[in-house]
């Protein structure tokens, strides 16, 4: 889970993608609307399948505590 991290300096302490501003909920939030990958992709070049993944995989294991 290294490309997320959770620094609160950035984001007020939310959890974003490494080397970015970009919240993991905002990734989430274009993912659940309906925007698949590559949409997201496409609005953010400086990410990978692999940072939108990290996002999903975190959102996992914190519904999995539920």
């Known amino acids: 889970m290294n ?3 959770l620094n609160p300096e950035i984001c007020n302490g939310r959890p974003v993608i490494r080397g970015t501003r970009i919240a ?3 990734i989430l939030g274009f993912l659940s609307a309906g925007d698949s990958v590559q949409d997201v ?3 953010y070049p400086q990410l990978t399948q692999a940072d939108i993944l990290a996002c999903l995989d975190r ?3 914190h519904t ?3």
């Open 59 to 61: 959102s996992e294991e």
């Open 41 to 43: 992709l496409d609005g």
């Open 24 to 26: 993991v909920h905002t």
């Open 3 to 5: 490309r997320i991290e």
């Open 64 to 66: 999995s505590e539920l």
